[in-house]
């Protein structure tokens, strides 16, 4: 054991002095895995010691035009953007203008959760930490796959979500309390939460390719359009598709995960997360030390991964939650952290504190073992560790793991009840009601029942008979996961509730159909 621990002493002394720049042949490597998993385009930035020492981009911003990913190419990040979201509040903290701390209802006097007691509770660090008791990724269809909700509407909605755990008795990730964020955000300085991202955070760092609105992301000619694999047994298997450039994260959701960043303008947030908040190349400072000890503070103990035996030395022995970052170790090693993935793109950041190095990997497809490979080959080379073909071996446990969901909805499906539907179809017509989600409207026409979302488009689409009384979606849109769609009867004999669960046992947990709870709409 002391031997063992002596090497391992003497490999991370190796890699730290070794370690003065990206691994020999590491750009040709990235563009091999590219091509090998198919996947469009990549870009990467590393910063080290305070120094950018790789911003580059391989691959198409989109198959259908074959344009270059370059180093200003700007990419979806998804979640990550939930640390620009804590840095704004931030800024307004060193301000004096709130504090973590603060209660919710101090500065939105409107806000109001299921519970009144955890209403009055709630404070602004709760709001960000996943622990509020709401279920993993509750309320996410009020912005997927996009919205006509505004932000402060969608807001209002979450007092319809039911809890499901106490307050603050464990984690559960969320979005919608990063939406209540952004309109804090917006009630506290009096600008929306684009306006304040783009003066309070983009400018000062000189961050002048990223957006924050769908608007500017389709503007900038130089962006990545996302692609999904569709066309397979399930999401995420088959060739890849350019999504419709209407899809992307709704607006309402944007304080959640909706900027798009290059990897020349993210070297600048790695450098200033780093340095604690002080600005690359001046002495002006984004956000106080004292706030950058706050935002990296765990609060919420949080699962251990589970991956196969094959990944165990990847696997950490802490993980935490702070504000908007995961804290965890590698191998030992500190790491902050923070994965996001939204329609067609995913990307990671991985600071290491005490070797002052961090890592901005973004792909503009679903294809997250290029993304999670590279990191953990990039940490294991800044570690001093070997080479471990981590991007690989994910590969090979994602497809095993899709093909396995394949055929579990494939035997499902093949040999369904041959049993209903109980009753004529026009009888399963009707306005029905969630309470937080809105009104669907299932309508029938010469080829059967048809399913509409209030404020959703692309949902849309057919419901085929499955079995029983349950149908199956068919979105008009073919990255919407499709849902099964089950109508309950009561005791006269008339349709009294809707129920909803994914067709797929490997949707992702946005989708998260198994929450709502239709009734039929007054009148009906």
Known sequence: MITRALAALALLAAGASASAAPPAGFVQRVEQLRRDFGVPGVTIAIVENGKVTLAHGWGV???????????????????????????????????????????????????????????????????LVHR?????????????????????????????????????????????????????????????????????????????????????????????????????????????TPLDENATIAQNAAPAGGLAISANDMSRWLLTQLAHGQIP??????????????????????????????????NPHFSEYA???????????????????????????????????????AANSEDGEIILGLRDELLDYYLGYPQNHWPEKFHQFKLARLNAAA??????????????????????????????????????????????????????????HYQYDTFKTNPRLDWVEPAYVTFSIDANGKVDRVTMKPVSPTADFSWDYQDLLFTRAPGQ
């Open 323 to 361: 504000l908007g970052w995961d804290l965890s170790d590698y191998r030992g090693a500190k790491v902050v952290s923070h994965d996001g993935a939204v329609l067609g793109s995913q990307a990671t950041i991985a600071l290491l504190p005490e070797k002052n190095i961090g890592i901005f990997i």
């Open 61 to 127: 911003r989109d198959i259908t035009t074959n344009q270059p990913v370059d180093a200003d190419t700007i990419f979806f990040t998804g979640s990550t953007g939930k640390a620009f979201t804590n840095a704004a509040l931030a800024t307004l903290v060193d301000e004096g203008r709130i504090k973590w701390d603060d209660k919710v209802i101090d500065h939105m006097p409107d806000f109001r959760m299921w519970d009144p007691w955890v209403t009055r509770e709630m404070t602004i660090r709760d709001l």
């Open 407 to 464: 055929g579990q909805v494939h035997a499902a499906e093949a040999k369904p009840a041959t049993v209903g539907p109980s009753l004529p179809l026009d009888h399963y017509v009707g306005d029905y009601t969630d309470p937080w989600y809105g009104t669907i409207q299932v309508r029938q026409s010469a080829n059967g029942l048809a399913i509409t979302f209030p404020h959703s488009t692309g949902m849309e689409g057919p419901l085929t």
């Open 281 to 314: 190349g001046s002495d002006k400072r984004l956000f106080s030390e004292e706030q950058s000890t706050q935002m990296w503070t765990g609060v919420v103990p949080t699962p251990i991964r589970q991956f196969p035996a094959e990944f165990a030395v990847t």
């Open 132 to 240: 509020s008791g709401l279920g993993l990724g509750e309320g996410d269809l009020l912005f997927l796959p996009n919205s006509t909700l505004s932000r402060k509407e969608t807001v209002r909605r979450i007092r319809y979500l039911k809890p499901a755990t106490s307050f603050r008795s464990g984690y559960a990730y969320d979005n919608i309390l990063y939406m209540a964020a952004g309109q804090l955000i917006e009630e506290v300085s009096g600008e929306s939460w684009e306006r304040y991202i783009h003066d309070h955070v983009f400018a000062p760092l000189g961050m002048s390719h990223s957006t924050d609105s769908d608007a500017e992301f389709q503007a900038n000619p130089d962006h990545a359009r996302p692609h999904s694999r569709n066309s397979g047994a399930i999401h995420g298997l088959g060739a890849q």
